[in-house]
């Protein structure tokens, strides 16, 4: 089955009992069982709930994986894999990640004898070299966040299965619409559903995807054990919203080429960040294995951070906020709000300078959204 059919129909049968076409919520914390050890399949909902399960299968299904887990959020479902560690190990992680996936390692997960290095996202070579005896993890985003660097999937999956590793790929800005990194090698893939998947900016909620029978079983243990579980809702709504994932995807990428090819020319933009963009140093890479550039740009401003502040306070369409994947376009500042966690020493090294603004080109009209663009830049 293609993509566009998975996304209606896998783990979405019409329901067995009324024959609703919509999966029900199941709004329920508890099952009755027919007898003492006797359940029906579902216990309670922390550990199971039949409106989970239909976004779980579906996910899984998106991914080509045969095992799919949501949590309550994307940082809940990264540490639901890092939990397949334990103390003294070590992962090797790109350097140019979601901050808050620095903040999981450095924070939380460091003072528990889990340290991590960073290697250059965009260069395998230096994974290859951060690997030591004890590393257990490779984690990677492609393409990365902010500075949408491409990791190229296949080199790194083939270090990871020589240095029997396990390569994890955050999805999250391509989505399965555009990449699958489980049909290139890697082990186990995350989302943060918050974003594309649902898409509508009106949840957080995280997602874990993997076709190992091992690691599948260690992680829902975790999900069980420690209960960063999203409710039947929440759920449902990123149901709702993959559905509709290919149309979107696809609106979402010929948005932001538009809107990337005429900013390359802007004389107030001194630098821009498209894997669509033949220029982009990432781009042969990212068209052997990507589908397509999804729908985020970064740029750098002539003027600095002044020329920011300008540009931000004038846009009516984007939206200044954090977060992105949704029908309304917004604007983002990494040094200040989603890379805000990582010191600015350490965010400088990563090259996200102080004239950095990130946008996440929504479904609203194309011409309108480059209007906006041009009155703030002006
Ligand atoms: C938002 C995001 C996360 C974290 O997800 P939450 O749902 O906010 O917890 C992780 N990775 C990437 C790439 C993200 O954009």
Redo the contacts with the bound molecule.
């Keep these: 089955m293609k993509f566009e059919t998975r996304a209606i129909h896998a783990g979405q049968e019409p329901d067995k009992l009324t024959g609703a076409v919509s999966v029900p919520v199941y709004q329920t914390s508890t099952y009755r069982q027919d007898a003492i050890g006797k359940p029906r399949g579902y216990e309670y909902s922390r550990t199971g709930n039949p409106t989970r399960t239909a976004l779980e299968t579906a996910l899984a299904a998106l991914e080509g994986g045969r095992y799919g887990l949501v949590f309550s ?4 479902a ?1 540490s639901a894999v890092v939990e397949l560690l334990r103390s003294g190990n070590h992962i090797v992680a790109g350097d140019d990640l ?1 901050g ?2 620095y903040r999981l390692f450095e924070k939380v997960y460091a003072k528990w004898g889990v340290k991590t290095t960073y290697a250059r996202a965009d260069d395998p070579v230096a994974f290859r070299r951060a690997i030591q005896a004890n590393t257990r993890l490779i984690w990677i ?1 492609t393409p990365t ?1 902010p500075l949408l660097k491409i990791c190229d999937l296949r080199a790194l999956a083939e270090i990871a299965r020589n240095a029997n590793i396990p390569l994890a790929v ?1 999805n ?2 391509a989505s399965p619409y555009f990449q699958r990194p489980l049909e290139l090698g890697a082990d186990i893939v995350v989302h ?4 594309y998947l649902a898409g509508h900016s009106d949840l ?3 997602a874990v995807i993997t076709s190992d029978r091992a690691s599948y079983e260690k992680i829902r243990f975790f999900q069980n054990a420690a209960g960063a579980v999203p409710g039947p809702w929440d759920c449902w709504l990123v149901l709702r919203g993959i559905k509709t994932l290919a149309v979107r995807m696809r609106e979402h990428e010929a948005n932001a080429l538009y809107l990337a090819e005429h900013l390359r020319k802007h004389p107030k933009v001194s630098r821009i960040y498209y894997p669509g963009l033949v220029s982009h140093p990432g781009h042969r890479i990212a068209r052997t294995q990507m589908h397509g550039f999804g729908g985020m740009i970064s740029l750098e401003l002539r003027g600095g951070v002044k020329a920011v502040n300008r540009f931000v306070s004038r846009l009516k369409l984007f939206i200044l906020a954090e ?2 994947g949704g029908v309304d376009s917004l604007v983002c500042y990494p040094p200040k709000m989603t890379h805000g966690s990582l010191p600015p020493k350490e965010r400088l090294r990563r090259g996200i300078k102080d004239n950095l603004v990130r946008l996440s080109v929504g479904l609203e009209s194309r011409e309108d959204l480059l209007e906006d663009l041009r009155r703030a830049l002006a």
């Design positions: 959020s994307g940082v809940a990264t979601y808050g996936t985003e966040n955050d999250t800005f943060s559903t918050t974003k957080v909620g995280g977060s992105l």
